[in-house]
């Protein structure tokens, strides 16, 4: 049995080294990779275009901003905390259900693989899916308390 402590469970320091250097390496081309994503994200859930402008850019640009600032707070949850909780309602008001948080999380890993090939091992999957994880929950309890409120 393991004893949980009022912290959220998140990520162990090796994790949060790994995920950031997977970042640095897809951060020179940052509007690449999101190019990339958003074009893999539609591939695997067509329907999804529609929540979406006709004009990505600036919708790039936020994803962008929004890795950045998770980058620089990885090792500080408790600041991440309202900020994906506030994300999550946001998205919840656009018409994003939870099963899109899945394709969204495999576009993600997907994307990552296709740029960095070998680059991006097993144990960076696994240390991106336990963050996109941990993200997502987050995310998903701000919309749902939103939606009570």
């Known amino acids: 049995m393991h004893n949980h402590t009022a912290a ?3 990520l162990g320091a090796a994790d949060i080294v790994r995920i950031r250097n997977v970042f640095g390496l897809v951060a020179a081309d940052a509007d690449g990779f999101t190019a990339a994503f958003y074009a893999r994200l539609f591939e695997l859930a067509p329907t ?3 929540l979406f402008p006709d004009d990505l850019a600036p919708q790039r640009d936020k994803l962008k901003h929004m ?3 998770l980058m620089a707070s990885l090792d500080r949850p408790a600041t991440l905390q309202p900020v994906l909780a506030a994300l999550g ?3 919840r008001a656009y018409g ?9 999380g ?3 890993l997907d ?4 740029r960095l090939g070998a680059a991006f091992g097993a144990d960076d999957r696994a240390a991106w899916s336990a963050l996109y994880g941990r993200i997502t ?12 409120a």
């Open 111 to 114: 994307t990552l693989a296709a």
């Open 48 to 50: 999804v275009r529609a």
């Open 137 to 148: 929950s987050i995310m998903t309890a701000g919309a749902t308390r939103a939606a009570a």
């Open 89 to 91: 309602d946001r998205h």
């Open 67 to 69: 890795l950045v600032m």
């Open 96 to 104: 994003v259900v939870r099963s899109d948080f899945v394709v969204v």
């Open 106 to 108: 495999q576009a993600l």
């Open 8 to 10: 959220p469970d998140w």
